[in-house]
């Protein structure tokens, strides 16, 4: 198995989405510094063998899988991790917070038939509060939505001068 960047920094940055953390919050949980994970995550340093077992023993992903090209986590590793830490009120009280914005796009918002038809972001947010709570900051929804545009088609909003709208890529 090699371990290379090309392979490890995408990886972990889907997991990272998985589990709905932020950089901090996952680097801490992870018991590693934000600024390791930053570097991993933009591709400036190959993490290393102790980083790794620090993020596999968290996310009870094993190293080979990190390793593996293309390798996506379990679409409920969250939830997973939830119930492994639901006992560990520093690991709990994180893990239940609200999640991160490419989670509930990733994992929640995608996995619905909502955006089967074209969406403005004012009913994506609207949705989002409505079926899970969450609030969402308008301007990181639409930072969000720009960076998984490879999941998305996304044009200009015909109704209107400004904005977009927005619907799965049908497969």
């Known amino acids: 198995m090699k371990l290379t960047k090309d392979i490890l920094h995408p990886n972990i940055i889907e997991v990272r989405d998985a589990t709905g953390l932020s950089q901090e919050h996952f680097s801490l949980l992870c018991e590693f510094s934000r600024t390791t994970l930053t570097n991993i995550e933009n ?22 899988k990190l390793a593996k090209k293309n390798y996506f986590p379990p679409l409920d590793l969250r939830e997973k991790l939830q119930k ?70 996304i044009k200009p909003n015909p109704d209107y001068n400004k904005g977009y709208v927005y619907k799965k890529v049908s497969i």
């Open 43 to 64: 591709g400036k340093s190959l993490p290393s063998l102790t980083t790794l077992n620090k993020i596999s023993q968290f996310t009870t992903i094993g190293i080979d």
């Open 84 to 153: 492994k830490y639901a006992n560990d009120l520093s690991k709990s009280v994180i893990l239940d917070g609200i999640p991160s914005v490419p989670y509930i796009l990733k994992y929640r918002l995608l996995r619905t038939n909502f955006l089967n038809e074209f969406r403005v972001r004012k009913e994506i947010l609207e949705y989002i509060e409505k079926n899970y709570g969450w609030y969402i900051n308008p301007n990181t929804l639409t930072t969000n939505l720009q960076r998984i545009s490879d999941l998305l088609v």
